[in-house]
C-alpha cells in the first residue's frame, strides 16, 4: 500500500494527462487505466517511446488486426512501459499465433499473448493454451452465458498456477458462490472470483475480506459499484493491511482525485468509477518486487489480473459505444 496519496495522485494525473495529449479522442476510461500501466512499472510516460511503440504496431499489422482495435492504446503503453518494445513485441506476435491454435481471433487473445510472454517461455506456450483452453471451456460450462472471449485472459493467467484444474474450478466457484450472497450476478462477479483465485487462501476467507471491504467503503461514507468494479475490489481484499486501513486509504485517494480535472462536476467520471480508481491506485505497491513480502507479491499477480480486467472493460465500454453511435446515425 502506498505511503503517500498526494505523490502517488499527482503521478497518476501527470501520467493520465501525458497520454491523453499523446493520443486525443480516445476513450475517457482508457486513460487511467493506462496511466495505471505506468505507475505499476515504475516508468514515466515518454512521448518519443509512444510514438515510436504506437508505428511499430502500424508497420506490422493490418488495419483489421486483433491489435489494432479497441485494446490498441492500452497495448501501446504496455510496450512503452517496458524494456525493449521491439523485442517484447516480436514475441507477443509469436505467441499470438501459437495461442490462435486454440482460441478464436480476438482483441483479448493479443492482450493474453502480451501478458504471457514477460512470464512463460515460448517452448512452453502450446501446452499453457491447450491448458487455458481446457480450463476456459469448463468456465463456460459452469456459466455459458457469462463467460465470452475475456475470459480468455483469465484462463490464460490461470493455466500458469502450479494448482491442478479441479482445484482452480473449485477455487472460482466457491468465491463465486460466496460472493454471489452479497453481489449481484454479472460479469463482473465473475470476473472478481477469477482474480481471487489466483491467491492460494481459502474461498471463505478471500470472499469475506472482499465483502467486509466493500461494506467498510460504505460505512466510511463511499460509494462503490457492484459490476465492472468489483474485480480491482477483489485484488485490494488480497493485499496486506487492515480492512480499516484499506476503506480509509480509499475514501482519501478518492478525495483527492474529487478535485482533479476529470473526476469533478457533472462532466467528470461517475463518483463509483472514481472510488474504483482510487482502489486501483491503492493497490498499486511502493516498493519493488524483491523488496516485497511473498503476500504482497502475491497481491502483485492479482493487480496484474485486475489490470487486465480494467482493459477489457476499455474494449467493453469502446465497443458499446461505437454501436451506440452508429445506431443514433441510422
Known amino acids: ?57 502500424k508497420s ?11 485494446i490498441r492504446l ?38 493474453a499473448a502480451l501478458l504471457l510472454g514477460d512470464t512463460v517461455k515460448e517452448a ?15 468456465m ?51 470476473t472478481a472470483s477469477h482474480v481471487l483465485a489466483l491467491s492460494d487462501q481459502a474461498p471463505e476467507e478471500k470472499a469475506r475480506r472482499m465483502i467486509e471491504l466493500f461494506d467498510g467503503i460504505l460505512a466510511a461514507g463511499g460509494k462503490y459499484g457492484k459490476d465492472r468494479q468489483l474485480p480491482i475490489l477483489a485484488v485490494l481484499s488480497l493485499s496486506e493491511g487492515s480492512v480499516e486501513e484499506l476503506s480509509s486509504g480509499i475514501l482519501e485517494i478518492d478525495g483527492l482525485l474529487s478535485v482533479q480535472k476529470g473526476y469533478r462536476g457533472i462532466l467528470g467520471l461517475d463518483r463509483r468509477t472514481r472510488t474504483m480508481h482510487a482502489a486501483m491506485l491503492l493497490s498499486l505497491p511502493d516498493r519493488q518486487p524483491e523488496l516485497m513480502s511473498a503476500t504482497a507479491q502475491q497481491a502483485t499477480l492479482a493487480m496484474i489480473a485486475a489490470q487486465q480486467a480494467l482493459m477489457c ?10 454501436a451506440a453511435a452508429s445506431s443514433a446515425s441510422h
Open 74 to 111: 492500452p497495448l501501446i503503453c504496455m510496450l512503452a512501459a517496458g524494456d525493449d518494445p521491439e523485442g517484447r513485441w516480436d514475441r507477443t506476435q509469436r505467441y499470438y499465433k501459437a495461442l490462435k491454435e486454440d482460441f478464436f481471433s480476438s482483441e483479448y487473445l493479443a492482450l
Open 140 to 190: 463456460r460450462k459452469e456459466h455459458p452465458f457469462l463467460t465470452g472471449q475475456e475470459d480468455s485472459v483469465f484462463a490464460l493467467l490461470l493455466a500458469e498456477s502450479s494448482r491442478s484444474d479441479d482445484e482452480l474450478i473449485e477455487d472460482m466457484e466457491a468465491c463465486y458462490a460466496l460472493l454471489d450472497e452479497r453481489f449481484p450476478k454479472g460479469d463482473g462477479l465473475q
Open 313 to 322: 472493460a476499455v474494449v467493453a465500454s469502446s465497443a458499446a459505444s461505437s
Open 60 to 70: 506490422t499489422t493490418g488495419p483489421f488486426s486483433s491489435f489494432r482495435g479497441n
Open 1 to 57: 500500500m502506498h505511503t503517500n496519496p498526494q505523490e502517488l495522485v499527482a503521478r497518476f494525473i501527470e501520467a493520465r494527462d501525458a497520454i491523453r495529449a499523446a493520443f486525443r479522442l480516445e476513450n475517457d476510461y482508457a486513460y487511467p487505466v493506462c496511466a495505471h500501466i505506468f505507475l505499476a512499472a515504475h516508468r514515466p510516460v515518454e512521448a518519443e517511446k509512444l510514438d515510436r511503440c504506437k508505428a511499430l504496431i
Open 124 to 138: 512452453d506456450v502450446p501446452a499453457l493454451a491447450d491448458r487455458g483452453k481446457a480450463l476456459y471451456g469448463r
